[in-house]
């Protein structure tokens, strides 16, 4: 299984990045917007910062081990203030195989997911307004 064990942002002129590093193959990923992020499994809002959200659904891949312990050292929620329009990640879900992960942007714009290897990880860019 693949597990999670990074997430990493920066800015860049036009866009801000978030980066998941991945031991093992990148999973396959849905990413959309949405009016509010549910956590899984419990089905709860998950309150985070920004007025828009994206959700990324990754599968398959957890952010834990067999014996369950933790493979993603960092905080479940933070904020990125150093950014221009993602205001917060949050690891919102990882459950039965399946890794979600919740964006919130300060105003809804374009959204560019893609992978890359060696080291495998998922890239996310985010348009700035």
Do not use: C
Not at 39 to 52: H, I
Not at 90 to 111: A, P
């Amino acid at each position: 299984m693949t597990t999670l064990t990074a997430i990493r942002v920066g800015r860049h002129d036009t866009y801000d990045r978030i980066v998941l590093d991945f031991a093992g193959k990148v999973p396959q990923v849905a990413h959309e917007f949405t009016d509010e992020l549910i956590s899984d499994p419990s089905g709860d809002v998950e309150w985070l910062t920004g007025a828009e959200f994206v959700q990324l659904t990754l599968q398959p891949a957890t952010a834990h081990d067999n014996a369950g312990n933790q493979t993603y050292p960092g905080p479940r929620k933070f904020r990125t203030r150093e950014l221009a329009n993602v205001q917060a990640v949050v690891v919102d879900g990882d459950f039965e195989g399946v890794l979600s992960v919740g964006i919130g942007m300060r105003v809804k714009t374009s959204v560019a997911v893609f992978d890359l290897s060696a080291p495998s990880r998922l890239v996310v860019d985010v348009a700035h307004a």
